[in-house]
């Protein structure tokens, strides 16, 4: 499959694959004044060494983000990260041991089931409805397996765009205090919400708030090439966490964390969130209704209120991995659903982004990937 999606990135492809961004939302010129203001005002500063956690500016930029997220944060609370996916790896190494169980929704971020096996953590899956991981079940598994950590992205899930209500945060927050779990809160996507109202964090909630790591990104917001990430928790775990960093990389560069807080500091960032949001929400609507007009009957998809992602469900039967190289001589790509489940995997799904297209653009991709279902047999032959 690693070689299917490397197909994807060929211009003719429209591709439903990448959780990328929309380009046209990345701030060039901003951007570019940030390093530059950087270079000229601390240069011998900003090309130095740092500290392992972090710019104090950053920090103070971020904290100022989640307080406004209703999560009252100092930047002591945090430690900032080579990207979202470096907290995950050094949370996951300093806090598991081989064997210990995590509990992951099902399914889950395909990375975070990388990193989870790289530390030879047991990872068992929880089964998920449209509302996200379902409470009762998590009882009964945590009961079973004394799990260690649950990991969750609650707010505009990836891969499939669920929303955790706030009565299962609620109980999940007490479920994790009762029976000494960590929770890991992970939320890159909270800020691009295009319907509804805000849910609170995980992490706000009084009985769970010091097992509770919060992680967050520049990615979706900034730049996923500028590689800065953070987490959020208590005192005892940061200071496990930035010893495992130091052994990664010291501390995320200096002159990246320097220009994103010099950019947070200049820029008009509730007005570039406002514009993320009505881009996504318009062609999340473009891929809704492409795919009510064209999917096989029996298909079903979620509706999410935010992020980047639809989680498609096709009739019993099709095989989305079989398909794929069919979908990819039509020009058209997705990520089969099966790599993002823990447990045994429903081979009738597949995830769709879709940030990175305008509207036009995902017309025609759905309708080539509709083409494709049509001339198929449901195992991803040809029909004679
Ligand atoms: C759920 C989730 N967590 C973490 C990440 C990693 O983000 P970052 O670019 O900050 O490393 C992603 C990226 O797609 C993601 O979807």
Redesign the pocket.
Known sequence: MRDSLALTSRPEVISFAG?LPAPELFDIDGIRSAYEHVLRESGSRVLQYSATDGDPALRDAIARLLARAELPTVADDLLVTT????A?YVLAAALLQPADVVLVENPT?L??LQVFRSVHAQVVPVPTDDDGIVVEALRELVAEHRPRMVYL?PTFQ?PTGHTLPADRRAAVSRIAAANDMWIVE?D??GELRFRGERLPLIASYEESAQRTIL?G???KLLA?GM?L?WLRASATVRAACAVVKQAIDLHSSTIDQAAAAAYLAASDLDGRIARARLLYGERCDALLDALARTLPRGSSWSRPNGGMFVWVRLPDGFDTTALLPAALAERVAYVPGAPFYAGAADSSTLRMSFSAHPPAEIREGVERLAAVLDGRQWDGRERS
Do not use: F, M
């Open positions: 959780g990207g979202a996916q470096q995950l971020y990375a975070a992205v990836n992970d890159p996507y992680l990104s520049l990615s996923p590689r990430g």
